[in-house]
T-cell receptor, first 114, second 115 residues
Framework: GAGVSQTPSNKVTEKGKYVELRCDPI?????LYWYRQSLGQGPEFLIY????????DSGLPNDRFFAVRPEGSVSTLKIQRTERGDSAVYLC????????????FGEGSRLTVL | AQSVTQLGSHVSVSEGALVLLRCNYS??????LFWYVQYPNQGLQLLLK??????LVKGINGFEAEFKKSETSFHLTKPSAHMSDAAEYFC?????????????FGKGTKLSVKP
C-alpha cells in the first residue's frame, strides 16, 4: 500500500490476555519503529528495527512486551498478560533508513484493556 | 538527557491570525529537531526538520520554525492561520543526534482555528 498500515485499528481485551498488533510498513523502508501514545501524552518510543533485527529496544517497558520483524518488512508487537495500564494507542512508523528522523506513521492501533 | 517541552496544551487563534506554537528542548549533544502534525483520524506526518543546516526551516503548508541555540527553542510559526490548520502538533528531538532516528516527543499542542 501507499502508507503504513496497522491492524487492528481497535482492540478490546481483558486483563491477562495476550495481544498481537501488526504493522505493514511502506514498501522499501528498512527502518521500522513502534511507539505508544497514552491519552494526553506524546508518542513514547518502544523499539526500532533496522531490517530484521531490533537495533534499539530500550523503550520496551518490561518483558511482557516483545516485537518481531522476521523478514524485514511486516512487524508484530506482542503483549503478554495485558494490564489495564497497557491501554494506549500503539503507533508504527517506517522510514527509508534509520537515522533521519523522517518517520511515516500509521494511524495506530487503539488497545483497551478491561 | 534529551527532552522536549511544549508550552500550552491548547492554543486557539482566529482565521488569518499568527500561529505560534512553542517548543523548548534539552539536549547534551547537538540536536536534530522536528515538528510533526496529526490531523483528526490520520497518522502523524512530518511538518519540518532542523538538522544543523539553516537555522530557519521552512515546512509544508506555510509553516516555519527557527532554531535558537541560546534560547534552546524551536518554535513553530505561520503568518496566517487557516481553518485546515486545526490539528495537534508535536515537537520532537532526535536521540544520539540522529544516528538512531528514534525521536523523543513533547506532549503536543492542539491548535484550534476560529472562523
Amino acid at each position: 500500500g501507499a502508507g503504513v498500515s496497522q491492524t487492528p485499528s481497535n482492540k478490546v481485551t481483558e486483563k491477562g490476555k495476550y495481544v498481537e498488533l501488526r504493522c505493514d510498513p511502506i514498501s522499501g523502508h528498512t527502518a521500522l519503529y513502534w511507539y505508544r501514545q497514552s491519552l494526553g501524552q506524546g508518542p513514547e518510543f518502544l523499539i526500532y528495527f533496522q531490517g530484521t533485527g531490533a537495533a534499539d529496544d530500550s523503550g520496551l517497558p518490561n518483558d511482557r512486551f516483545f516485537a518481531v520483524r522476521p523478514e524485514g518488512s511486516v512487524s508484530t508487537l506482542k503483549i503478554q498478560r495485558t494490564e489495564r495500564g497497557d491501554s494506549a494507542v500503539y503507533l508504527c512508523a517506517s522510514s527509508r533508513r534509520g537515522g533521519t528522523g523522517e518517520l511515516f506513521f500509521g494511524e495506530g492501533s487503539r488497545l483497551t484493556v478491561l | 538527557a534529551q527532552s522536549v517541552t511544549q508550552l500550552g496544551s491548547h492554543v486557539s487563534v482566529s482565521e488569518g491570525a499568527l500561529v505560534l506554537l512553542r517548543c523548548n528542548y534539552s539536549s547534551s549533544v547537538p540536536p536534530y529537531l522536528f515538528w510533526y502534525v496529526q490531523y483528526p483520524n490520520q497518522g502523524l506526518q512530518l511538518l519540518l526538520k532542523y538538522t544543523s543546516a539553516a537555522t530557519l526551516v521552512k515546512g509544508i503548508n506555510g509553516f516555519e520554525a527557527e532554531f535558537k541555540k541560546s534560547e534552546t527553542s524551536f518554535h513553530l510559526t505561520k503568518p496566517s492561520a487557516h481553518m485546515s490548520d486545526a490539528a495537534e502538533y508535536f515537537c520532537a528531538v532526535s536521540f544520539y543526534g540522529g544516528s538512531q532516528g528514534n525521536l523523543i516527543f513533547g506532549k503536543g499542542t492542539k491548535l484550534s482555528v476560529k472562523p
